[in-house]
């Protein structure tokens, strides 16, 4: 298990995020050979990388130096750049994600449809290939997951396309919703909104320092120099510890229901499942004035929270929630697919580092091969479970 944690004791911006891969071995000739396939003028930019000091101590600065007037330009415009270069997929995923979280935040506090979100210092090309870069990075590491610590949002004010606005701006405030923050440093942006972008979208969860065993350190450096702390990104690549389960943190949300129509729930939970929830459940209640009920419980994501409120909002009687975060151990499960007597079947690949636990059949998959040879499907998972078992 691979495991890369941003320290962001002095916050996260675009360019401190790739100025740290690169500190960590990412090759700047790869860098640039990967971001050459968006479809922008190589003419329109020249990217530099180059070692400098921040309250002495050593970091890498990476910059993009654009050449004339940069156009400033829509989302979709921007995926469509994206989608038609010639990046692998993994690193198109990641910079796509990474696009649709901030447009999202954007929309929402602009009262616009995502279509509509015209980027302005994000559609940039430095923005652009701040993020775009991002995901080279990562996707060149080949990492598992993604921790990071709690942010500091700074204070003060600063100029934007739409004015003076408050610091930390409103889109990223609206990305980091959900993301465990503090207020301890002093005045100046320290998150910028790209940077909130990153780690609301490749998260897998935000806290202290996960169990692992530290193989390598990149430090980027950003533009700016505060008083309080070195202005860097510290990065942590590393190996998940051996004997240690791994660890994250989720949210659960729940609500108490007693007016609506099991068809309806039913439905509910389909859509809370399609929409990315970790897990629905009903539960009993007896409610007031002698009412049977359920209390609704969502387990989820901190970034997929705002999105499963909203379907329960819309798509049930509830007139509100209640959300808090929890810590979970877990095994780490895959997908997979074996080779059994009834053909190539999906299976669940439970494991504890690199050993294999348990491999469970996919009911759906066992339900089709039931129904099509006509056999029990107790039959179906008894041959599945003797036919793969754990290695």
Do not use: W
Not at 47 to 53: R, V
Not at 161 to 169: N, S
Not at 250 to 270: A, K, Q, R
């Amino acid at each position: 298990m691979k495991i890369l944690y941003f320290d962001c004791f002095a916050g996260i911006s675009g360019d401190m995020t790739v100025g740290a891969l690169l500190d960590l071995g990412v090759p700047l000739d790869l860098l640039r050979k990967e971001l050459a396939s968006l479809p922008i003028p190589l003419s329109s930019y020249t990217l530099s990388a180059g070692k400098t000091s921040r309250r002495g101590i050593q970091a890498t600065n990476f910059s993009v130096h654009s050449e004339g007037n940069q156009p400033h330009r829509h989302y979709i415009d921007i995926v469509g750049m994206i989608e038609q270069s010639s990046l692998a997929a993994g690193i198109k995923d990641k910079a796509l994600r990474i696009f649709s979280r901030l447009a999202e935040a954007e929309a929402k506090v602009h009262g616009l449809e995502i279509g509509q979100v015209h980027f302005h210092e994000v559609g940039a090309v430095d923005s652009i290939l701040d993020i775009v870069g991002t995901a080279i990075g990562i996707e060149y590491l080949d990492v598992d997951q993604i921790h990071v610590s709690p942010l500091p949002l700074g204070s003060g004010y600063i100029e934007t396309a739409h004015g003076r606005l408050p610091i930390p701006a409103p889109a990223t405030a609206e990305l980091l919703r959900a993301i465990p923050v503090h207020g301890e440093l002093g005045m100046g942006e320290r998150v910028t909104p790209t940077g909130a972008a990153i780690v609301a979208a490749l998260g897998t969860s935000f806290g202290r320092l996960p169990a692992m065993t530290i193989g390598a350190i990149g430090c980027g450096a950003g533009d700016k120099d505060f008083d309080d702390v070195p202005n860097i990104l510290r990065v942590m690549l590393g190996e998940k510890s051996a004997g240690t389960l791994s660890q994250d943190e989720i949210f659960v949300v729940e609500t108490h229901i007693d007016d609506m129509s099991p068809e309806i729930l039913g439905f509910l939970m389909e859509r809370l499942l399609a929409g990315g929830a970790l897990d629905v459940s009903f539960s009993p209640l007896q409610m007031k004035k002698n009412r049977p009920g359920v209390k609704l419980t969502i387990l989820c994501q901190p970034h997929q929270m705002d999105i499963l409120a909203r379907i329960v909002l819309l798509e049930s009687t509830a007139i509100g929630i209640r959300y808090y975060p929890v810590k979970r151990m877990k095994l780490e499960r895959t997908l997979e697919e074996r080779v059994t007597s009834f053909g190539p079947v999906r299976v669940k690949v439970v494991r504890e580092g690199e050993a294999v636990v348990r491999i469970s059949p996919e009911f759906d998959e066992c339900r089709r091969i039931a129904l099509g040879k006509g056999i029990s499907l107790l039959d179906v998972y008894k041959v599945i479970e003797r036919e793969t078992p754990p290695l």
